[in-house]
């Protein structure tokens, strides 16, 4: 009887053990399969690290970082095999393991921990998975908790995009987010270095395009789409660019960790920064023209010319030069929003279109499409493109990505017509539009996109067939500039809805789970981001309040509402904060016109969790 007490509650233990663990480790983008054993690995200075010999050099320096910025561990690295007994992390290759490319088997055992996969991607994301296991404080030692997880991407194509062409970012903040999105499996860092308001890369075969095309005139404190042109007696003071150099080791240090740079240069729209600095790309001699670098809302005059064959010749120089400093396969060249009405008027452009029998400017772009299609070939890339550049003709044979919603639907035409595409709705992975209450949030597109509608995102059309979601590489999420005029401020963009972006880019839909996700967030992840002392924002726990004004009756009907799961909604109705001592929302209330109305979400233990959002009934 002993013996069988003894037995049921030695069960009961493991049980709470799972259960306890489970809870305690919550991993973001969700693993395909997490399983718990009940024991666990001890991480000591005693511990040995084994990579495989090919990976040295990248591997090595990358783990002893980590481990001892994250632990305060100096452990012994090496490619030799462990000797019998030698507690170790094992690094391994397998390339008949059952799972995708950058996949992984994370086993976590008294003895030892073993991350295998088919490449150092794999590798590398199952480390990052183990390293969510580690705790936040500078502890020495680490239970790691028995498991074995196995983990495939949902896509290849796991991407971010940043734009810092309107505000340049420096070099640091760029290696400091690289490191940040590829421990959440991000492996795709799409760069948008050229735009009307600033030429951000080095040409050394055209030097003008940095020494006048980086810089602009100081507009700071006024509205981005209020701002008035700069003349060509204005000190150009704000902007910057990198240098070759700088992108070297850009590209070196994500390619420890697992990211792919892929370079943008924006044409044949969207080059204002382009023509002022080479004027003679533009149309045709307008003595009314502005040739000085967009400050910042609409750039008039920004495309450059279509018909003129040193158009051509001088994209083939910058070409040249971004197709031997990247590695990476793929060349974006932009090819979207762009204004033709100059080239309706230009005499090359009307020659041109003449000439080839176009039959009207959609098919003009084409024209120029193409032709830059075939510099990109010839440099051995693969052009990517918005999905503008299907207008006209096409591109075939390029990349495409599809942003447009709604009139235009690429995410369905693109891969039906055979391209290969990534999906970048501006619906759901624009995250340069704010993510709470427009009047709480900072200046941004008047545009809602909350943390939970990223996160509930679907990239594949049900419209597609199996053979057409072939042709989807993945997803993106894409942060515009306009409105990211700092370090901090882009912070707050990015995240945590990169984190989100990152989990549907990865995670299979059945492990997906929007409360277990939050739960991530708060529970772990937010004080991660802390950590690396990253400027996040909590929108995710604002109210949002509406009302609709009975005039007839004077009064209002008022709407609390939360994106958050398992919070309550307190609120005031005489111009004090809420707390809990206030008034539960239920449902909707009536009060009385010009009643100020302030709400907040408190969890169980009384505490606000995000600012109070105030409302004035008019």
């Known amino acids: 009887m002993i013996k069988y007490l ?46 495989p010999k090919k990976f040295q050099g990248e591997l090595i320096p990358y783990l002893a970082e980590k481990f001892y910025s994250d632990l305060g561990l100096n452990l012994t690295y090496s490619y030799r095999n462990p000797e019998m007994g030698e507690k170790h992390i094992l690094f391994k290759l397998d390339k008949n393991l059952a799972v ?54 949902r896509f ?17 903040f760029i290696l400091k987010h690289i490191d940040v999105l590829s421990s959440y499996k991000v492996n795709k860092f799409h760069w948008h270095l050229t735009d009307d308001q600033g030429w951000r890369i080095e040409i050394k075969k055209y030097p003008n395009l940095t020494e ?21 007696e204005e000190p150009k003071t704000v902007g910057g660019f990198y240098t070759q150099e700088d992108i070297k080791e850009v590209i070196a240090y994500a390619k420890v960790r697992n990211v792919e740079i892929i370079p943008e240069i924006d044409v044949p729209g969207h080059s204002k920064a382009l023509v002022a600095s080479y004027p003679q790309l533009f149309c045709y001699d307008e003595p009314d023209a502005n040739f000085e670098v967009a400050v910042g809302g609409k750039a008039p005059d920004n495309a450059v010319c279509a018909g003129k064959d040193t158009t051509y010749e001088f994209l083939e120089g910058v070409i040249e030069e971004i197709a031997a400093l990247f590695p990476s396969k793929y060349l974006h060249i932009g090819g979207d929003e762009c204004n033709k009405s100059n080239w309706k008027k230009c005499p090359y452009c009307q020659g041109v279109k003449t000439e080839n029998n176009l039959k009207d ?14 510099i990109v070939k010839a440099q051995k890339k693969t052009m990517i493109g918005w999905d503008e550049i299907l207008s006209g003709k096409g591109a075939p044979g390029a990349t495409i990505m599809a942003w447009r919603r709604g009139t235009y639907t690429p995410e369905i035409t693109a891969p039906k017509e055979g391209y290969p595409t990534v999906m970048t709705s501006y619906k759901h992975m624009y995250i340069s539009q704010v993510q709470g209450p427009t009047f709480m949030e900072p200046e941004g597109p008047k545009v809602v996109l909350p943390l939970s509608k990223v996160y509930g995102h679907e990239p594949l059309p049900a419209e597609l067939t199996p053979e057409e979601v072939n042709r989807v590489l993945g997803n993106e999420a894409c942060l515009w500039g306009e409105f990211t005029p700092t370090q901090e401020h882009c912070e707050y963009m990015l995240y945590p809805r990169a984190l989100a972006s990152a ?27 802390e950590r690396e002392q990253v400027n996040y924002a909590k929108s995710l726990f604002t109210v949002y309040a509406s009302y609709a004004l009975d005039e007839l009756e004077s009064e209002a009907y008022v709407y609390l509402n939360t994106e958050t799961v398992g919070y309550d909604i307190f609120y005031s109705t005489n111009g004090e904060d809420p707390t809990t001592a206030s008034t539960k929302y239920e449902s909707d209330f009536i009060a009385a016109p010009k009643t100020l109305v302030k709400a907040g979400l408190f969890n169980k233990e009384g505490t606000l969790l995000g600012r109070v959002t105030e409302i004035r009934l008019k």
């Open 100 to 153: 995708k490319d950058e996949g992984y088997l994370l086993e976590v055992q008294p003895a030892s921990i073993v991350v295998t996969a088919k490449n150092y991607g794999g590798l590398f994301n199952g480390f990052q998975t183990l390293h969510q296991t580690f705790p936040l404080e500078n502890s020495g030692t680490v239970n790691v908790p028995g498991m074995t997880v196995k983990d495939s991407p």
């Open 503 to 529: 989990e549907v880019s990865w995670s299979d839909t059945k492990v997906k789970d929007w409360k277990r996700f939050q739960t991530a967030m708060e529970a772990s992840h937010f004080k991660r981001l």
């Open 212 to 232: 006048k095309g980086a810089w602009r005139a100081d507009r700071t404190g006024v509205s981005w789409w209020q701002r008035e042109e700069a003349t060509a």
């Open 361 to 374: 400017e959609e098919e003009l772009q084409s024209y120029f499409i193409q032709r830059v299609h075939k």
């Open 6 to 51: 003894t037995s049921i509650l030695f069960f009961l233990m493991i049980g709470f053990n799972l259960q306890v663990a489970a809870q305690e480790y919550h991993f973001v983008p969700q693993p395909e399969s997490v399983s718990f054993s009940g024991d666990a690995f001890v991480l000591d200075k005693n511990t040995k690290v084994v990579v």
């Open 156 to 172: 290849g194509w796991r991407g971010i995009m940043l734009d810092v062409s309107r505000h340049f970012q420096p070099k640091e």
